[in-house]
């Protein structure tokens, strides 16, 4: 059975195809309201959406004045692909380039955290290095994280659409982080060392990490990498070939209860959306 374009099938990253729910990758959501080619916070449409004066974007910024994090699977796609260059880069600087994934570094988490709500969407400071200024569009868009393929400031279906996609996004960034896990055992790590990277994703790290710093130490990169140090590409690349070679009861089993629980809200989610009258689409989209 053939599937629209406008299911989750497309809509998500390609790796997720073989693995996720098919009640939830079929599942056909229209969401004209908010895109990414045309700014719809942008000033300007953002007044004629009835978003607040303190909300709106700047149209060369966008709502991407986010740094993601970066499953190692997924930038084991990205160096798989055209656009292997960016990350390449990364790596031969070492910028926080851990084997559970690509980080902002701890310095961009503190300072994001700390913002002013209104900055987001403003400040070019914050602009993800995977933005390219000149098309402003994404470099890496097939291998996107939960929180960039998620994120929707306005949805066709309101409050109960914002809902949808939130849970989504808790349950793609699940996915990421069980999975990445995933890897780093099958490549050697022990836990310790799993948890060790994983302290990043909460702005911290080695005691010695000050919030300052720019990039991991030499000694510390040697710590988090042990064997697979100077083979990192190789490490990510071996990563996304590991989740590409899972099918779904694998999947399920890797996942375990949290990955049913987030998969049983889901199927929930949709259900609700799916009762909607069509005729409050059809005036969303008029």
Not at 119 to 127: A, H, I
């Amino acid at each position: 059975m053939s599937l629209s374009s406008n299911t989750l099938f497309y809509q998500l990253p390609e790796v997720y195809q073989h693995l996720l729910p098919k009640t939830l990758l079929s599942f056909e959501i229209y969401e004209v309201k908010a895109t990414c080619s045309q700014c719809a916070m942008a000033l300007g449409k953002a007044q004629k959406n009835g978003a607040d004066a303190d909300k709106w974007y700047n149209p060369s910024l966008k709502c991407c004045t986010y740094q993601p994090f970066l499953p190692n699977y997924l930038l084991g796609g990205i160096l798989k692909s055209s656009s292997r260059g960016v990350i390449e880069s990364q790596i031969t600087q070492k910028d926080f380039m851990l084997p559970l994934g690509g980080f902002p570094s701890v310095k961009y988490q503190i300072a994001f955290n700390a913002k002013n709500p209104a900055d987001f969407g403003r400040k070019s400071e914050f602009l993800c290095s995977y933005y390219d200024k000149k098309t402003e569009l994404c470099k890496i868009w097939k291998y996107r994280n939960s929180v960039c393929s998620t994120y929707h400031c306005f949805s066709i279906y309101n409050e109960k659409g914002i809902s949808f996609w939130l849970d989504l996004q808790e349950y793609l960034f699940s996915v990421e982080t069980t999975l990445a896990e995933y890897c780093m055992e099958e490549g050697g790590f022990n836990p310790q060392q799993v948890w060790e990277s994983l302290d990043f994703l909460n702005g911290k790290g080695p005691e010695s990490l000050e919030a300052d710093w720019n990039e991991l130490t030499a000694e510390s990169h040697q710590e988090l990498w042990q064997n697979w140090v100077n083979k990192e590409s190789e490490f990510y690349i071996q990563s996304y070939e590991i989740v590409k070679s899972l099918d779904r009861k694998k999947f399920r089993e890797i996942m375990g209860s949290i990955g049913k629980k987030h998969s049983n809200l889901m199927t929930k989610q949709i259900s609700q959306l799916m009762e909607l009258k069509k005729d409050t689409v059809n005036a969303n989209t008029e």
